[in-house]
T-cell receptor, first 110, second 113 residues
Framework: SQTIHQWPATLVQPVGSPLSLECTVE??????LYWYRQAAGRGLQLLFY??????ISSEVPQNLSASRPQDRQFILSSKKLLLSDSGFYLC?????????FGSGTQLSVL | GDSVTQMEGPVTLSEEAFLTINCTYT??????LFWYVQYPGEGLQLLLK?????DKGSNKGFEATYRKETTSFHLEKGSVQVSDSAVYFC????????????FGAGTTVTVRA
């Protein structure tokens, strides 16, 4: 069966520090991978999606970047965090409209 | 562009009460509509879906009907349990947007014994 792992569950980082959130999927090949973010009081916003290794599409301009170094690994990064980067980050995998989500990372930038 | 608006929470209910969470959408095409649920400490999971007008999605006692005339997909359950406490997200997927999911803000539901 397929599983998705996302870590850490919570993270507190100072403004200006770097960020790396990792997501891995097991039990499937060549999935589409997604990073979503939920800021306080707002819906889940799609940040990045990837249809293959090294292929990243950015949905919104921002302070973050994503990479897919391996088929089932998706990494969300920032060189210097901003206060506005605080939020709940969710990784997901799937095809088309069927998505399966990780348990999320609550990021607080102070 | 596509968007989803759902009622703000939090919603607090007693066990066996009736639950309704309103959801309306804006889309350029003919979207599929979804309700996702996130139980405490877990990832989002699909609760139910409907792919065309007048379809009714149902699962675990929850129902939602795709109403094209009112662009709505309200979630209902006749008798909630404590285990239904969770965050509920309405979402849509549209072919014109490469089927990427657009989510509402989420509604936190707490059911008290």
């Amino acid at each position: 069966s397929q599983t998705i792992h996302q870590w850490p569950a919570t993270l507190v980082q100072p403004v200006g520090s770097p960020l790396s959130l990792e997501c891995t999927v097991e039990g499937t090949s060549n999935p589409n991978l997604y990073w979503y973010r939920q800021a306080a009081g707002r819906g889940l916003q799609l940040l990045f999606y990837s249809v293959g290794i090294g292929q990243i599409s950015s949905e919104v301009p921002q302070n973050l970047s994503a990479s897919r170094p391996q088929d089932r690994q998706f990494i969300l990064s920032s060189k210097k965090l901003l206060l506005s980067d605080s939020g709940f980050y969710l990784c997901a995998w799937g095809w088309g409209e069927k998505l399966f989500f990780g348990s999320g990372t609550q990021l607080s930038v102070l | 562009g596509d968007s989803v608006t759902q009622m703000e929470g939090p919603v607090t209910l007693s066990e066996e009460a009736f639950l309704t969470i309103n959801c309306t959408y804006t889309a350029t095409g003919y979207p599929s509509l979804f309700w996702y649920v996130q139980y405490p400490g877990e990832g989002l999971q699909l609760l139910l879906k409907a792919t065309k007008a007048d379809d009714k999605g149902s699962n675990k006692g929850f129902e939602a009907t795709y109403r094209k005339e009112t662009t709505s997909f309200h979630l209902e359950k006749g008798s909630v349990q404590v285990s239904d406490s969770a965050v509920y997200f309405c979402a849509l997927s549209d072919r014109s947007n490469d089927y990427k999911l657009s989510f509402g803000a989420g509604t936190t539901v707490t059911v008290r014994a």
